[in-house]
């Protein structure tokens, strides 16, 4: 940004969803905008075990920011990452080696997938957060089917068809109904050496009480139901205490068990983006114990009213209880901060300083016509449960293009019950 340019200059930094919504809400307004990323293009992270079980491409939980804001004449997008903030010169450093000058700052980076001090596991259980994991998990899962296909040794190929999820929250728990429905369902008369539905094994290790913490326990039972009539084996009080040469060694009521596995799929815990250390370094803000922001009631900063921490990055107790880290809190937080930053710029006498979050519920999608739900006022499972899944993640796809494909094709593997994505891409050259 010139130093003449006298408009108020935004500066965000990840078009995730709250920076993707700060941004909207600041278009046509009277400020300058830059949206900051390292990719082209904003991520529908939700959708991405549907790309890794290969119900959808990876094309339908994507769409390129230059879509959504090139005509946009206050906002300026750039492909690059943030490695350094001057504070006192109000000055975020790039990759590309590029000083840019802010008068509000909105960091909105996110989090990645955290192995609780064990990133060696990483190796041979990937996560889902990114495009990237999600072909990878892909790989794995396809790949695992065919080699099984083709294997005599029965301990292999017992191996290859043992499939292992870490993590009960809504990303495992979505994940293993998906992996059921495609081993039991889709692949059931496709493969002529082996049986995939006596074959199969698929295991969910949970290492608190229950399946989805989040939700009320009743809507936990029936989870765990669901998942167990579906030919998924539950696995709570769990817990992980090592990952090595295709084996999850766990311990249950003190009792050391293992499973061997040549997919194992990590869907637990969250680290928090190397922003979280940058900013902390430069102005002194505290930290969780994951590095996630501290925040105030407004997503500012102690000490800098002009910096903000936005979605799953930022920690903000709401009453009691932090926020949790899910998509409709990082969205709400991105209008709110942007609206704030209108406000003061156009010197508004009364506006909202204190941010209150308007809890829509949570829903998670277990299979076929099994879904639950918890909107606050009513509480819901079955078919009803998801429909309302199905409504509520189009409604928040981004782009008319990518709602009129994923429909379509949700609605072709509803009937004929097979996956069309199952292309596997080698990552090796």
């Known amino acids: 940004m010139n130093s003449d340019n006298k408009k108020h200059h935004v500066v965000v930094v990840g078009a995730g969803f709250g920076g993707l919504y700060a941004v909207n809400n ?27 079980t290969g119900t959808i491409s990876a094309t339908d939980v994507s ?28 000055q975020l450093t790039t990759s590309s080696h590029t000083n ?55 301990l292999k190929r017992k191996q290859l068809l043992t499939f292992v999820i870490v993590g009960g929250g809504p990303t495992g728990v979505e994940l293993a109904g998906a992996l059921s429905d495609l081993a039991y369902r889709t692949f059931e008369k496709q493969f002529h050496n082996i049986n995939t539905r006596e074959e199969c094994k698929i295991y969910l290790i949970e290492g608190l009480p229950k399946v989805l913490p ?64 940058i900013l902390s370094e430069a102005t002194g803000v505290k930290l969780d114990s994951v590095g996630r922001v501290m925040v105030n009631k407004d997503f500012s900063i102690t000490d800098y ?19 949790p880290g899910v998509a409709t809190v990082a969205m709400q937080s991105g209008e709110f901060v942007a609206q704030l930053i209108k406000n003061r710029t156009s010197n508004a ?22 879904a639950v739900a918890d909107l606050g006022y009513f509480t819901s499972k079955g078919f009803i449960a998801w429909i309302l899944w199905i409504f509520i993640h189009i409604l928040y ?17 509803y009937f004929n019950q097979d996956k069309g994505n199952r292309l596997i891409f080698s990552n090796k050259q």
Do not use: C
Not at 31 to 51: A, G, K, M, S
Not at 75 to 86: H, M, Q
Not at 349 to 370: C, H
């Open 26 to 52: 600041l278009v046509d307004s009277n400020v300058e905008v830059t949206l900051i990323d390292r990719r082209n293009f904003h991520l529908f992270q939700p959708l991405l075990y549907q790309v890794a």
């Open 305 to 323: 009213e002009n910096i903000f921490v936005i979605g799953d990055l930022a920690r903000l107790k709401d009453g009691k209880d932090f926020l």
């Open 397 to 413: 796809l981004v782009g008319f293009g990518s709602k009129v494909s994923v429909v379509t094709k949700w609605a072709l593997s």
């Open 349 to 370: 006498k009364r506006y909202k300083k204190e941010f209150k979050y308007k809890n829509k519920g949570s829903l998670a999608v277990i299979g076929r016509n099994k």
């Open 100 to 154: 840019i000058d802010y008068d509000d700052l909105i960091i909105a980076t996110g989090v990645s997938h955290h192995y609780f001090g064990h990133h060696e596991w990483q190796k041979n259980a990937p996560g889902l957060k990114t495009i990237e994991d999600a072909l990878e998990m892909r790989r794995k899962i396809f790949t695992a089917f065919e080699l099984a296909e083709n294997e005599k040794d029965p």
């Open 214 to 277: 989040s939700f009320k326990e009743s809507l936990s039972d029936v989870t765990k139901g669901y998942l167990q009539d579906m030919g998924v084996e539950v696995l709570t009080d769990s817990l992980v205490t090592d990952i090595q040469n295709d084996t999850v060694f766990y311990k249950i009521k003190n009792e050391n068990k293992r499973i061997e596995s040549k997919t194992i799929l990590w869907g637990a815990g969250v680290k928090a983006s190397a922003m979280g250390k």
């Open 63 to 90: 769409a390129p920011i230059r879509s959504i804001f090139g005509d946009k004449k206050n906002i300026t997008v750039r492909l690059d990452s943030a490695v350094g903030i001057d504070v006192e010169a109000k």
